[in-house]
C-alpha cells in the first residue's frame, strides 16, 4: 500500500519561501501523478498543484503560479513543492495526494 509523509511546514512571514516534500517510499514516481492539495480553516480542500505521470508536466492553480513549482526526484521516491513569495492566504494544511491515498499533511503558516 500507498504512504506518503509530508514535511516542510511551518511559519514564515510574508514573502518568504517554504519547501514541501512528500515522501513516498516503494512509489515510482513516474507511473502515477501525484497531486498537492491545500485546506484552509473553514474552507474546502483545494488543489494546488499536479505533475503527470504520462509527461511530467505540472499545472497549478492560477492562485499559486509564477510562485510554487513542483518536482520530483525519482531516486528518492519524493516529490517537492517549492513555494515562493508565500502569502497570509496561503496558510493552510498542506497535503499530497496519489490516486486514493493522502499524507497526514503539513502545516503552512504565513504571517507576520
Known amino acids: 500500500q500507498v504512504q506518503l509523509v509530508e514535511s516542510g511546514g511551518g511559519l514564515v512571514q510574508p514573502g518568504g519561501s517554504l519547501r514541501l516534500s512528500c515522501a513516498a517510499p516503494g512509489l515510482t514516481l513516474d507511473y502515477y501523478t501525484i497531486g498537492w492539495f491545500r485546506q484552509a480553516p473553514g474552507k474546502e480542500r483545494e488543489g494546488v498543484s499536479c505533475?503527470?505521470?504520462?509527461?511530467?508536466?505540472?499545472f497549478y492553480v492560477d492562485s499559486v503560479k509564477g510562485r510554487f513549482t513542483m518536482s520530483g526526484d525519482n531516486a528518492k521516491n519524493t516529490v517537492y513543492l517549492q513555494m515562493n513569495n508565500l502569502q497570509p492566504e496561503d496558510t493552510a494544511v498542506y497535503y499530497c495526494?496519489?490516486?486514493?491515498?493522502w499524507g497526514q499533511g503539513t502545516q503552512v503558516t504565513v504571517s507576520s
Open positions: 495526494n496519489v490516486r486514493d491515498t
Open positions: 505533475i503527470s505521470s504520462s509527461d511530467g508536466s505540472t
